[in-house]
């Protein structure tokens, strides 16, 4: 059984920084890439960042060159950088694997963290 737990969100200013974690279990984490997804009210849930097995990373052209994924396969958790935060990126973050569903269909997400950029 999957389970996840992310933290490090907050409320911090326009052009501030917050550094979001997830630690994952019930998987081979490293087997999968990893990613963080994002979900802003009244909107769908959108893929942010991914990180694959390799370490190759993609990420959705809004964060290009403001957001870092990083992984570390021995505490099998996934880190989200988030640098010079703007209001859009407030939202509910989450993580899983890319694509979603934890490599057999699953539904399973986790209670995310609250990012919220305001001044």
């Known amino acids: 059984q999957v389970q996840v737990a992310e933290s490090g969100g907050g409320l911090v200013q326009p052009g501030g920084s917050l550094r979001l974690s997830c630690g994952v279990s019930?998987?081979?984490?490293?087997?999968?890439?990893m990613g963080w997804y994002r979900q802003a009210p009244g909107k769908q849930r959108e893929l942010v960042a991914a990180?694959?097995?390799?370490?190759?990373?993609i990420y959705v052209e809004s964060v290009k060159g403001r957001f870092t994924i990083s992984r570390d396969n021995a505490k099998n958790t996934v880190f989200l950088q988030m640098n010079f935060l703007k209001p859009e990126d407030t939202a509910v973050y989450y993580c899983?694997?890319?694509?979603?569903?934890?490599?057999?269909?699953?539904?399973?997400w986790g209670q995310g963290t609250q990012v919220t950029v305001s001044s």
């Open positions: 899983n694997t890319y694509p979603s569903g934890w490599g057999r269909a699953d539904d399973y």
């Open positions: 990180t694959g097995r390799g370490g190759n990373e």
């Open positions: 019930g998987i081979i984490f490293s087997l999968y890439t």
